[in-house]
């Protein structure tokens, strides 16, 4: 993986599993660095939002003053949202009880918890394409969104019983699954190569 070792990734580390990403970054010898505060992500390359409760990310987001400083950075560099990060990098959540605000990089529309609550989670095989040919990828859906709305400009990658699970636009790739949990770094080496290797 010669093209990311020079490569500098953040993770936001505010609130969810960015642990996960952190372990399959440094298993392939790609710096890491947790994100907390904005001066966090300067000389960064690019940034992973992670899974977790959106309720909450987005709260800290604010108590920590990273809300500006997240959008111009993800305007600018790849990002990379899983989960719970596809949910805030998106630009309407149907549903919004909780008040949560998206950040609005995503020309999508997502239902929080689309694919059932956390007692019905599950592992699946979800049909790709990452530009080499279909394939098909072992994917976990943990309180998922599921996409409402895409985009023009948005690029469906993955689906899972034909609805998008992962997706594209311009710098930023979203996963409606988590994509950190076990051995499979295939979808993290496609976002460094593809996204953070330019």
Avoid: W
């Avoid at 710096?31 to 940034?47: P, Q």
């Avoid at 800290?60 to 990060?85: E, H, M, Y």
């Avoid at 999508?108 to 530009?131: A, C, H, K, P, T």
Wanted: hydrophobic letters at 40%.
């Amino acid at each position: 993986m010669s093209l990311s070792k020079n490569i500098s990734v953040g993770v936001l580390a505010l609130q969810g599993d960015y642990e996960a990403h952190k372990k399959q970054l440094q298993s392939l010898a790609v710096k890491a660095r947790e994100v907390r505060l904005a001066g966090d992500l300067k000389n960064l390359d690019a940034l992973i939002i992670p899974g977790g409760e959106t309720t909450t990310m987005d709260k800290l987001i604010d108590r920590f003053k990273l809300r500006q400083p997240l959008i111009n950075f993800c305007r600018s560099k790849p990002v990379f949202g899983t989960c719970a990060g596809l949910i805030m990098l998106s630009k309407k959540i149907e549903d919004n009880q909780s008040g949560v605000e998206p950040l609005g990089l995503l020309d999508i529309d997502v239902l929080r918890n689309g694919y059932g609550r956390q007692v019905f989670s599950f592992e699946e095989e979800i049909n790709i394409n990452l530009g080499n040919g279909k394939s098909q990828m072992a994917a976990t859906f943990i309180r998922a969104p599921k996409i409402t709305r895409i985009g023009k400009g948005v690029k469906v990658l993955g689906e899972f019983k034909n609805e998008p699970v992962l997706i594209s636009q311009n710098k930023v790739l979203a996963s409606s699954f988590h994509a950190e949990l076990g051995q499979d770094t295939s979808l993290l080496r496609y976002f460094l190569k593809t996204f953070a290797s330019g």
